[in-house]
């Protein structure tokens, strides 16, 4: 398909899409399949990880370009997706470095520094020559982005967007920021809670956090607490 | 190579299908007859993932396989000092 084409699409699906349109959308999310088919097995291979792939679904590309709007269907980086996750920060730099060795890499977001409405990962946006877009996350970067996925499901689709409850955005925010916290101090060997081997401000300031954190354990799992 | 076809009600919260391929070329015709037969259920979504096990698919997308594994208390590492 050509650009034009995909663009003009994309204007159709914003709108009042049709089975037709949808079949077209197909179409073009066919031209993606040597990559899915080929291209990921091959890398999970080379990288010895595994790689989850995507494809991105007829709803989510609906809702996207609707959220979006005027955003055109052929510049969407993630029609085409995958998955990796790694126990552990050190591990997540390492698959990183590794992945971007071996394709051709159009952008790097870093989202570990500066979260997302809290979501934290790496992005690898990658050229085959179709855009495609690995998420890179830790297992508890991707604990948290699946109870913020699930409570999505239960407040709306907003809260992902720092939309909804603000009792409930502010506990996700909180859970964010004791991630990292955590992940920090482990990555930093400053694991142990007793303050025995803590020696940086930055460091104390993190544990300090953990702690606190810690203490309103209840009423945060109560912000998040899932129904059903 | 696993591949598996998912309807997942974001309302409910629940996977409605599951549906796992041997192969591929049938699961994406699933899929598009899947998402024309609910264009006009926005809380419908349905996704196609491949993997190299199906274990690899349940941990990356458990929102879909397993709920229950998903919860606040998982963020919580067990050694830290105030955990149960």
Not at chain 1, 180 to 188: I, K
Request: with cysteine; net charge negative; glycine share 6%.
């Amino acid at each position: 398909m050509t650009k034009g084409e995909i663009d003009r699409l994309g204007t159709r699906l914003r709108t009042a899409p049709t089975p037709e349109d949808l079949r077209e959308l197909d179409t073009y999310r066919e031209e993606f399949v040597p990559i899915f088919r080929a291209t990921i097995p091959a890398l999970a291979r080379d990288l010895g990880t595994a790689i989850v792939s995507r494809h991105k679904s007829a709803r989510s590309i609906l809702d996207k370009l609707e959220r979006n709007a005027p955003t055109r269907l052929s510049t969407v980086q993630d029609i085409a997706g995958a998955r990796i996750i790694v126990p552990t920060i050190a591990d997540q730099d390492r698959i990183t470095s590794e992945l971007c060795a071996r394709i051709e890499t159009t952008q790097i977001v870093d989202r570990r520094s500066f979260p997302t409405y809290g979501y934290r990962a790496v992005h690898v946006l990658a050229r085959f020559p179709l855009p495609f877009e690995f998420q890179v996350r830790t297992l508890a970067q991707h604990r948290w982005a699946q109870l913020s996925e699930r409570l999505a499901d239960q407040h709306g689709f907003e809260l992902k967007y720092g939309g909804g409850p603000s009792h409930v955005v502010a506990a996700l925010m909180t859970m964010s920021r004791f991630v990292a916290d955590t992940e920090y101090l482990q990555t930093t060997g400053r694991a142990r809670a007793d303050g025995e081997i803590i020696d940086t401000d930055e460091a104390i300031e993190a544990l300090e956090r953990v702690q606190m954190l810690v203490g309103r354990r209840g009423e945060i799992s109560e912000a998040l607490r899932i129904d059903g | 190579m696993a591949d598996v076809l998912i309807a997942y009600d974001r309302r409910k919260a629940q996977t409605l299908v599951e549906r796992w391929f041997e192969d591929a070329t049938e699961a994406r015709r699933e899929r598009l007859a899947l998402e024309i037969a609910s264009l006009d259920q926005p809380d419908l979504e349905v996704v196609l993932l491949e993997a190299q096990t199906r274990a690899d698919v349940r941990i990356s997308h458990a929102r879909y396989f397993d709920p229950l594994a998903i919860g606040v208390d998982r963020l919580f590492p067990p050694t830290l000092k105030g955990s149960p």
